[in-house]
């Protein structure tokens, strides 16, 4: 836990009361298998100085997730989503039907 949150503390500004809660923004371009189709993905990670509070991706608010170092594992509708915060990546599985892998930048 203490890895994420030093990772994702990297875009707090200078200054900021580490109790309020904190917003950062991740866009992922992930290619999608076997279509060879690529997506913009855009994750928004909101966090305090304890814990991560909320996860969405593309403006919608994902239903649970769960945490293992600094990896946020999710899904949205038949997608099973883990964003590695620290290597900036991003996978994910349509049931088998479709992988995607990509990369991930801190807007």
Do not use: H
Request: hydrophobic letters at 45%.
């Amino acid at each position: 836990m203490k890895a994420l949150l030093a990772a994702l503390a990297m875009a707090c500004t200078a200054g900021a009361a580490q109790s309020a809660v904190q917003q950062v923004q991740l866009v992922c371009d992930a290619v999608y298998m076997p279509s060879r189709s690529s997506w913009s993905r855009v994750v928004d990670i909101g966090y305090d100085d304890k814990r991560v509070r909320s996860v969405s991706i593309d403006g919608v608010p994902v239903y649970t997730f769960a945490i293992a170092q600094t990896v946020i594992m999710t899904a949205l509708d038949n997608e099973r989503i883990q964003i590695d915060t620290a290597s900036q990546t991003w996978s994910s599985d349509f049931r088998g039907q479709a992988t995607a892998q990509g990369r991930c930048e801190r807007r």
